[in-house]
């Protein structure tokens, strides 16, 4: 079964979103921290995705996505291809449900990511990310089992299960009488950044958005400027496994390009400072990609000084060994 899907979710769609998700997905808090505050120069909402049940807000798109489909679809079954994140959010939800699920996930993937992924039960099919092409197996193998594939952002279903996260953002900020100034918001194929642009814009259209990519992969800061969707270098390679993608998503792209005042990039070594911040201050483990939000506030790639700014860790699915490397550089 094709779950291609080429019309932009709206706000609604992100709030009925909510209301299907919530029973099973649990809002995360909105934290804040006078030594983060401090050394930044201004005030920082940290919204900790990395807190989901299955370590990141892919279970928000999965969830909403899953949800929407009819009894035949549910007993077909889905396909999904990962890096990891979005593959355990898939293998959870369609456990929750009873579906069986396949994924595509690169060879290389974290083993913490691998092991979690089948702990739900999923069956995993695992590739070379560099020479071979994730969304052409995903579909060879949707169209042979007569499965749904389950993109893990470019579908209006994952985008507005995503958005969710904006909703939530907005919310927790009013009930504290924060008025954000900007939000900073880890990317990879876009699907989180489009979903929560839209619920924050529609809330606060004077917010500025800034996406964040690793070095090497800011092929969505780079479209931005260019008005079109570019690719990344051959040969690129990071630490942020979770935002490797290799170009903007074909949907993601014209809402993120509508709605971002911009696109940041950080190093690795940032990157991996930003855990060991988030681990030893804010008492959260992040994982490299989940953290470059927060890396780019650190760093003043984006200068908080004087403004209210919402920082995502969108992930925390970390190998305990590069968490450790972390914490001792």
């Known amino acids: 079964m094709s779950s291609l899907a080429t019309t932009e979710p709206t706000v609604d769609d ?13 809002p995360t808090p909105l934290l804040t921290s006078p030594a983060l505050d401090k050394r930044v120069g201004g005030r920082i909402l940290i919204k900790p ?3 989901q049940p299955t370590g990141s807000f892919k279970i928000r798109g999965a969830t909403n996505f899953i949800g929407q489909l009819d009894t035949a679809a549910r007993h077909a079954g889905i396909v999904a291809y990962s890096s990891g994140n979005h593959a355990q959010a898939v293998a959870f939800a369609a456990s929750l449900v009873g579906i069986d699920a396949t994924i595509v996930m690169p060879a290389d993937t974290p083993p913490i990511k691998l092991e979690n992924t089948k702990a739900y ?6 590739y070379d990310r560099y020479n071979e092409s994730r969304e052409e197996i995903g579909a060879d193998l949707a169209a ?12 209006p279903w994952t985008i507005a299960g995503q958005g969710t996260a904006g909703l939530e953002l907005m919310t927790q900020a009013d009930a504290i009488g924060a008025e954000i100034d900007a939000v900073l918001i880890g990317c990879g194929g876009g699907g989180l950044t489009a979903g929560m642009s839209l619920a924050i814009k529609d809330a606060r259209p004077q917010v500025e958005i800034y996406c964040v990519e690793p070095a090497g992969f800011d092929d969505t800061a780079r479209s931005l400027v260019a008005g ?17 993608g290799p170009m903007p998503g074909i949907l993601t792209f014209p809402i993120n390009h509508r709605l971002l005042s911009g696109g940041l ?13 988030a681990f030893t201050t804010l008492k959260l483990v992040v994982e490299p990609g989940g953290a470059v939000a927060l890396a780019a506030a650190l760093n003043r790639c984006f200068d908080c000084a004087g403004k209210t700014v919402a920082v995502v860790l969108s992930g925390g699915n970390v190998e305990p060994s590069l968490l450790c490397a972390a914490l001792k550089n």
């Not at 039960?121 to 695992?126: D, F, H, V, W």
Request: proline share 6%.
């Open 228 to 244: 079109t969707r570019l690719t990344i270098e051959p040969g690129q390679r990071s630490v942020c496994d979770a935002l490797l």
């Open 14 to 26: 992100i709030r009925a979103a909510a209301e299907r998700i919530h029973a099973t997905i649990p």
């Open 121 to 126: 039960g999923a069956k995993i099919i695992t």
């Open 265 to 277: 990039t950080v190093s690795d070594e940032h990157a991996l400072a930003a855990m060991a911040y």
């Open 144 to 155: 042979k089992l007569g499965a749904t594939l389950l993109p893990p952002y470019d579908h």
């Open 49 to 51: 995705e990395c807190l």
